[in-house]
């Protein structure tokens, strides 16, 4: 059986990577999170509880998925010294891992990327061990993902925002990133070409712009203003006047991409993953109130951070090299999310 490894496989990309291998292959995964912000795996993986060992805890009849609660670093020390720790601690077998995913990040939205920077700054140092043990592993392939936080802040004002295209990153002509948290991910860009070329590696890097989805905190927009939109909020609070946009891109979107990205580059070439169109926050509450047939006054709170005026992406790149594009509408996501966050009131409401 195939082992793959999955870091921050308790945040929300980690979550939806792990079900995601579970659902379509027959292979194992290995993941990892401290907990800081994930949730644990009987909040939503919806699978039996199989064993545990020490730390680690199996689910699933089938016994396929194994979670880690560790901190990232603890791991990659230890694998450091040993490459078959994980083996020897935990009785499992295989020879070594194929895939490894490394979500693990201190990330948390604008709030924590405003609010703590040094805080999100600790990425620098989670990504250097990661890629001075990936480099010396050697494991099949590895996925790092960067953000769209990478890209020059100057290139996305109110008045002079482009669609952002790969090249708008240079390394030989370099603009300035978006706050700590994007030049973490501008750096880890950094390592993966070095890992690439230096060490062999096979790395692919991607930068999502917003992802969102059905089972994303509450601390990022989109599942907050569904939230307020399911218990029929009037007015409907937003960060800043609304008018700022992002490019939103569903979760299952994102990790299509990854697999098709991941067969396909190997020389940590980064690419954008987004739906090419920028929506504006106050798009975002006209699509989500309509769904649910109301029509709320906006009320707009403008201490809060917001960060760049307008973020979205050129998916020319994307298209050409990897025929690739993003199959879940505006209009369906939101649906989605609007039905979640539903759910979620109506739950509440019988509790
Ligand atoms: N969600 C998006 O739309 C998006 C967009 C661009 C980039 N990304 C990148 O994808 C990755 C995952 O993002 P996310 O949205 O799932 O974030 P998240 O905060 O939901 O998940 C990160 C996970 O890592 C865990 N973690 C943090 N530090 C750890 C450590 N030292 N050891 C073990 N676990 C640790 C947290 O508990 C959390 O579960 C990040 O690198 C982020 O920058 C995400």
Sequence with gaps: MKFHLISGGCGFVGRNMVQRIY??????????????????????????RAGKRGNMEIFGEDERLFFIHDDFRNFLREMGQNPNWV?????????????VF????????????????????????????????????????????SSSAAYPVNLQTESGAIALQESDIDFNNMGQPDMTYGWSKLTGEYLAKIAAEYYDLKVTCIRPFSGYGEDQDLTYPIPAIAQRIARREDPIEVWGSGKQGRDFVHIEDVMDCIFVAMDKIHDGTAINIGMGRLTSFLE????????????????????????????????????????????????????????????????????
């Design 102 to 145: 490394h979500f693990a990040a201190i990330v948390g939205g604008r709030a924590v990327i405003d609010g703590d920077p040094m805080m999100v700054a600790l990425d620098l140092a989670i990504d250097a061990e990661f890629f001075f043990w990936v480099c010396r592993y050697q494991p099949a392939r590895v996925l790092y993902p």
């Design 87 to 99: 083996q020897e601690t935990y009785g499992l077998e295989f020879d070594k891992f194929e895939d």
């Design 284 to 351: 975002i509450i006209e699509v989500l109130s309509k769904i649910a047939g109301y029509e709320p006054a906006i009320k707009p709170l403008l201490d809060k951070p917001v960060g760049v005026h307008s973020r979205y992406c050129n998916m020319d790149f994307v298209q050409e090299k990897l025929g690739w594009e993003a199959k879940i509408t505006m209009e369906e996501g939101m649906r989605r999310v609007y039905q979640a966050a539903l759910a979620r009131e109506q739950a509440a409401k019988v509790s």
């Design 23 to 48: 659902k379509t292959t027959n292979d194992a995964v290995v993941f990892i999170d401290n907990l800081l912000v994930g949730k644990h795996p009987s909040e939503w993986l919806g699978l039996p």
